[in-house]
């Protein structure tokens, strides 16, 4: 009976290769694709010390973010990997949130969300930029004179990822 695996020619070819055999990638993961999901912490911002984000179940372009002093937020894929538009929203608990901007730094492993300045489709990152307090000058009717009311001030918030434990043996 004839072996395929036992045919010098064959054996002759395939002996020139078996140290060279290269082993295919892991597919990717959830995580691989959508690297901003995961629990931050943040030594920085007392009012927010632990942030999860959770991929929505139904659409994988939204994120939930929990963990923020404003309650559970959506927030929407904008430029893949991992920086999102935070929409003007109502809260589950009733809170209104203004729009606003989160980015995850893969190389520094870091999360930086910026609510109360509008989403910069050209410059997302410019959101996280120390701009000057603007001051909005207002004339009272009744008494015409001048109030300088302070610009509302983002809330900005800054924490690293968590990193899974995974067990050695």
Excluded: H
């Excluded at 082993?23 to 959508?34: H, L, N, V, Y």
């Excluded at 509008?118 to 410019?126: D, G, L, V």
């Excluded at 008494?143 to 509302?152: D, L, R, S």
């Amino acid at each position: 009976a004839w072996d395929p695996k036992k045919n010098p020619t064959v054996d002759a070819i395939t002996s020139k290769y078996k140290d060279k055999v290269v082993a295919s990638k892991p597919s990717p993961t959830t995580e691989d694709i959508f690297p901003a999901i995961g629990k931050y912490e943040s030594a920085t911002n007392t009012d927010a010390t632990s942030v999860t984000i959770t991929l929505d179940a139904e659409n994988k372009g939204l994120v939930w973010i929990e963990g923020l002093p404003q309650g559970k937020v959506k927030a929407m894929l904008r430029k893949s990997p991992a920086t999102y538009k935070i929409p003007a929203q109502k809260t589950e608990d009733g809170k209104d949130v203004s729009e606003g901007t989160a980015v995850f730094d893969k190389e520094t492993n870091t999360l930086s969300i910026c609510i109360g300045k509008s989403y910069n489709a050209a410059e997302p990152t410019a959101a996280f930029a120390t701009e000057p307090v603007e001051e909005a000058a207002t004339v009272s009717k009744t008494t015409k004179t001048k109030k300088t009311i302070a610009a509302p001030k983002p809330w900005i918030y800054t924490g690293t990822k968590v990193e899974k434990a995974m067990a050695v043996n």
